[in-house]
T-cell receptor
Framework: DVKVTQSSRYLVKRTGEKVFLECVQDMDHENMFWYRQDPGLGLRLIYFSYDVKMKEKGDIPEGYSVSREKKERFSLILESASTNQTSMYLC?????????????FGEGSWLTVV | AQKITQTQPGMFVQEKEAVTLDCTYDTSDPSYGLFWYKQPSSGEMIFLIYQGSYDQQNATEGRYSLNFQKARKSANLVISASQLGDSAMYFCAMRELSLSSGGSYIPTFGRGTSLIVHP
């Protein structure tokens, strides 16, 4: 069964802390994505990666960075967490090209910054 | 400008009735794909249905069908015979080709529609 796994389901962090959200997929997908989801705003793309060590900014990259050292793993980093980064974070992956018509999601990571 | 517009923040439907969730999109790319996802209160994103821009027929998956009107840039989701378990958030999404990103398709999501099914 295909799987996208997010390492932490629920986190509570303090303002200013460095936060790592890890995502691993077992489908050998080229593309991986990080979204944040807020009520009324839907899913907004933070960063995506289309290959190892390749990354592109999405719509809301400010305050975030990413790392993709291995094909199966895509990490989201909050260098200095702030309260406005309290949100639900979703990792997703997909294959490259028109034949990959499904985006697979992890279960989500609920982050609270206090 | 939003690429995906879902104009219905919330919808109510009686159990066993059909319901249509609206989605319009904006793209100049001739090759794109349209998705619908369901998100129950648990937070997981469940893939429902996919329509490619070159597909001649409307996609169907069980009780779900996608009413694809290309000229209107519309991709409404129709759920027939609603069930209580259909109560959830529903997201419309579009993927477009990004030539600058290794030929990858980048998905963009709408703001979602909250569907409540009444017994």
């Amino acid at each position: 069964d295909v799987k996208v796994t997010q390492s932490s389901r629920y986190l509570v962090k303090r303002t200013g802390e460095k936060v790592f959200l890890e995502c691993v997929q077992d489908m050998d997908h080229e593309n991986m994505f990080w979204y944040r989801q807020d009520p009324g705003l839907g899913l907004r793309l933070i960063y995506f990666s289309y290959d190892v060590k390749m990354k592109e900014k999405g719509d809301i990259p400010e305050g975030y960075s990413v790392s993709r050292e291995k094909k199966e793993r895509f990490s989201l980093i909050l260098e200095s967490a702030s309260t406005n980064q309290t949100s639900m974070y979703l990792c997703a992956s997909s294959s490259t090209g028109g034949s990959g018509n499904t985006i697979y999601f992890g279960e989500g990571s609920w982050l609270t910054v206090v | 400008a939003q690429k995906i517009t879902q104009t219905q923040p919330g919808m109510f439907v009686q159990e066993k009735e059909a319901v249509t969730l609206d989605c319009t999109y904006d793209t100049s790319d001739p090759s794109y794909g349209l998705f619908w996802y369901k998100q129950p209160s648990s937070g997981e994103m469940i893939f429902l249905i996919y329509q490619g821009s070159y597909d001649q027929q409307n996609a169907t998956e069980g009780r779900y069908s996608l009413n694809f009107q290309k000229a209107r840039k519309s991709a409404n989701l129709v759920i027939s015979a609603s069930q209580l378990g259909d109560s959830a958030m529903y997201f419309c999404a579009m993927r477009e080709l990004s030539l600058s990103s290794g030929g990858s398709y980048i998905p963009t999501f709408g703001r979602g529609t909250s569907l409540i099914v009444h017994p």
